[in-house]
């Protein structure tokens, strides 16, 4: 009798090695992870198998994206066998496409009939003089401008799908030619004219997302990636690249008065992007030094919705909760034998649940020396082992550490901005501060980037941007316009000008004195008309709200 047994090393302590008897009795040969080429052939083994049983062609691109990808993406699991699992999955979705409508269909088409309904009820309230016209003509042409754009959409698909039938049927015809000892070689050709003219159709009148796959090729297989993982792969080619080279100006959209900073953060994220980056790293450290309310955590924010879709993929760790050395067990889970073991910690559990995110640990000088050495294998090997003994992967975050080490030095040095020292001059200012809470092991391993304290206009344009964003709330919820006067901003900047707090005093200032006026005049004058422009001023060391007349406007 001959046996081949197939386990885990886990598995095989476990019940196998136990029992020295029947161990002796097995040869042990330890089966590692193919590297990516092998796996390649591996699938290229496997493809005539796979495009028989779903009736689609695989392209050979398919096969190298669908080992890279899972192979960069989905850690959690291992050669060849994530890669056969994608690459199933694409052949049955290029399947499934020619004979199901997609997905865009269905939604224009319960788009419709949720419209339908709700009209349905407006005219049954309309016999009891309840009506409401304006909604049931809004949703009138709201259900005709879906019918016309569902019927649009089927077409197009019927079209696609008949095109993809004549295209594979074509292939078929051609490759069993081909296939043949002595092939006729006016045939082939004629084969081959015949489906260069149906794909040049099929281009003609897809868009650049097509309904109808005519084979498995490697967007299909990043579209995929891009479900399981919920980062948009399959759009690396413009969306990504565009986002990326993107990220300076969205930076500085968001966060004020901090240029130097931001440049060099999308200096830095565009170099790891692009791959010139060690990948045995995460994408990026940072260690975001200054005052509190200058903008660091907003940066964080920023990152989060540029880079990875949005503000839901930054994970956030309060590092004042970690002042003792036995916290640790807290952020990588309890070993074996304590209490807690099994639930996971709470930043291995993050990074394993999203582990394309940004990583925030805020206030990075309160926590316990012992909590800085954890983060040394991240920063080093982009990875952390959890109290399972699993490595959680790091390398497709990106960390942030934010620090107020050195926040009075900073703001002495910027107390006059004409001896203000240069990038090279503030770093060195701050090298000995910095080394008095952290060791220099650790300093190695990260960028720090000073966040300066704001000036004046930067706290101006804060407060500008802070109102607008009431503005538009105020749209949105009254559909009223917001206007201030000029006399409000230097008001407000001039009662917050204490450097320690920074952005926030100025927003906590807002949201006391302007916002609740605003919220009683809305409240006392209910039914003003829409459309009109409410204006914001200071009057006797007193805002006002007032509605301006036509003249005014």
């Known amino acids: 009798m001959r046996t081949i047994g197939a386990t885990t090393w886990s598995e095989f302590k476990r019940h196998i090695e136990k029992d020295p008897a029947l161990t002796r009795r097995f040869q042990v040969l330890q089966v590692d992870e193919p590297d990516e080429d092998t796996?390649?052939?591996?699938?290229?083994?496997?493809?005539?198998?796979?495009?028989?049983?779903?009736?689609?062609?695989?392209?050979?691109?398919?096969?190298?994206?669908?080992?890279?990808?899972?192979?960069?993406?989905?850690?959690?699991?291992?050669?060849p066998d994530k890669a056969i699992s994608l690459l199933d999955t694409a052949c049955a979705r290029v399947a499934v496409a020619q004979?199901?409508?997609?997905?865009?269909?269905?939604?224009?088409?319960?788009?419709?009939?949720?419209?339908?309904?709700?009209?349905?009820?407006?005219?049954?309230?309309?016999?009891?003089?309840?009506?409401?016209?304006?909604?049931?003509?809004?949703?009138?042409?709201?259900?005709?401008?879906?019918?016309?754009?569902?019927?649009?959409?089927?077409?197009?698909?019927?079209?696609?799908?008949?095109?993809?039938?004549?295209?594979?049927?074509?292939?078929?015809?051609?490759?069993?030619?081909?296939?043949?000892?002595?092939?006729?070689?006016?045939?082939?050709?004629?084969?081959?004219?015949?489906?260069?003219?149906?794909?040049?159709?099929?281009?003609?009148?897809?868009?650049?997302?097509?309904?109808?796959?005519?084979?498995?090729?490697?967007?299909?297989?990043?579209?995929?990636?891009?479900?399981?993982?919920?980062?948009?792969?399959?759009?690396?080619?413009?969306?990504?690249?565009?986002?990326v080279m993107e990220l300076p100006q969205r930076l500085e959209e968001r966060v004020i008065g901090q240029p130097h900073a931001l440049v060099q953060l999308s200096e830095n994220i565009m170099t790891a992007r692009a791959g010139m980056a060690d990948p045995r790293k995460p994408l990026g450290v940072f260690m975001l030094v200054g005052p509190s309310g200058v903008g660091k955590t907003e940066t964080a924010l920023a990152i989060a919705e540029s880079m990875y879709g949005g503000e839901q993929n930054l994970i956030t760790i309060n590092m004042s909760e970690y002042q003792e050395s036995h916290t640790v067990s807290s952020l990588k889970g309890s070993p074996p034998g304590y209490v807690g073991y099994g639930e996971g910690g709470v930043l291995t559990e993050a990074v394993r649940r999203k582990p394309y995110s940004v990583v925030l640990l805020d206030?990075?000088?309160?926590?316990?020396?012992?909590?800085?050495?954890?983060?040394?294998?991240?920063?080093?090997?982009?990875?952390?082992?959890?109290?399972?003994?699993?490595?959680?992967?790091?390398?497709?975050?990106?960390?942030?550490?934010?620090?107020n080490v050195g926040s009075e030095l900073l703001s002495n040095l910027f107390a006059d901005p004409d001896t203000a020292p240069d990038q090279d001059g503030i770093l060195s200012a701050l090298q000995p501060e910095l080394l008095k809470v952290f060791p220099a092991a650790f300093l190695g391993r990260v960028t720090v980037i000073p966040y300066l304290p704001l000036q004046q206009s930067a706290l101006q344009h804060i407060v500008r941007l802070h109102l607008d964003r009431i503005g538009q709330r105020l749209q949105s919820q009254h559909q009223l316009t917001l206007q201030y006067s000029d006399v409000v901003v230097d008001d407000v900047v001039s009662r917050c000008s204490v450097a320690e707090t920074g952005a926030r005093m100025l927003i906590r200032y807002i949201e006391q004195n302007i916002t609740p006026e605003i919220g009683k005049f809305i409240l006392r004058d209910h039914d003003a008309i829409p459309n009109q422009i409410v204006f914001v001023d200071k009057v006797e060391n007193k805002f006002t709200i007032s509605v301006l007349n036509e003249k005014d406007k």
């Open 363 to 403: 206030e990075i000088e309160k926590a316990h020396s012992d909590v800085h050495e954890l983060f040394f294998q991240v920063f080093d090997k982009g990875q952390m082992e959890d109290g399972e003994g699993r490595f959680i992967d790091f390398k497709n975050t990106i960390l942030l550490l934010t620090s």
């Open 39 to 79: 796996a390649i052939s591996m699938l290229r083994g496997l493809t005539p198998a796979l495009e028989k049983h779903h009736g689609v062609w695989i392209m050979d691109e398919a096969l190298q994206a669908a080992v890279r990808l899972s192979h960069r993406y989905i850690p959690a699991r291992q050669l």
């Open 99 to 243: 004979f199901s409508q997609p997905a865009e269909l269905q939604q224009l088409t319960f788009q419709s009939e949720t419209a339908q309904t709700e009209l349905s009820s407006l005219e049954k309230a309309r016999h009891f003089g309840k009506g409401q016209d304006e909604r049931a003509a809004l949703l009138e042409a709201t259900i005709a401008q879906h019918s016309e754009a569902a019927n649009k959409l089927e077409q197009r698909w019927q079209a696609e799908r008949d095109l993809v039938t004549a295209i594979t049927a074509t292939r078929t015809a051609l490759y069993e030619l081909v296939s043949q000892p002595t092939p006729d070689e006016e045939k082939r050709q004629q084969y081959q004219q015949q489906l260069a003219q149906l794909e040049e159709q099929l281009l003609l009148i897809r868009s650049a997302q097509p309904l109808v796959q005519a084979e498995v090729n490697a967007t299909v297989i990043a579209n995929i990636v891009a479900d399981w993982t919920g980062i948009q792969v399959g759009q690396m080619l413009k969306d990504d690249i565009r986002a």
